[in-house]
């Protein structure tokens, strides 16, 4: 299968900023899009935002819009996750979701939709 490796967590501050990155690797030359999740201890796998690459647009979650954004580096095979003037309440395991097709929208949020995942890279703010 698609192997996929999240890195770039660590503690932050509160209002700080941090990049994550996604590197995938296998048999798929490309991904139409791209999501990024996040699970907190006790909680569910919480969507955080997508991205159609052709479309060009990004999906987020109310909780996470303003501050994250997606981009990838195609040469690198590489989709990072960038979170601007991160709270408390972020704090969670990161999760990228690579997709090689597309899905419709109203089904953006579901993770059982997506198939290659990482292991996760820890965030945590502090206040």
């Known amino acids: 299968q698609v192997q996929v490796e999240e890195s770039g967590g660590g503690l932050v501050q509160a209002g700080g900023s941090l990049r994550l990155s996604c590197r995938t690797s296998?048999?798929?030359?490309?991904?139409?899009?791209m999501a990024w999740f996040r699970q907190a201890p006790g909680k569910e796998r919480e969507f955080v935002i997508y991205?159609?690459?052709?479309?060009?647009?990004?999906y987020s979650a109310d909780s996470v819009k303003g501050r994250f954004s997606i981009s990838r580096d195609n040469a690198e095979n590489t989709m990072y996750l960038q979170m601007n003037n991160l709270k408390p309440e972020d704090t969670a395991v990161y999760y990228c979701?690579?997709?090689?097709?597309?899905?419709?929208?109203?089904?953006?949020?579901?993770?059982?939709?997506?198939?290659?995942w990482g292991q996760g890279t820890q965030v945590t703010v502090s206040a």
């Open positions: 979701a690579p997709r090689i097709n597309r899905l419709a929208i109203s089904t953006i949020r579901r993770a059982e939709n997506y198939y290659y």
């Open positions: 296998g048999r798929t030359s490309s991904f139409a899009v």
């Open positions: 991205r159609d690459w052709s479309g060009g647009r990004t």
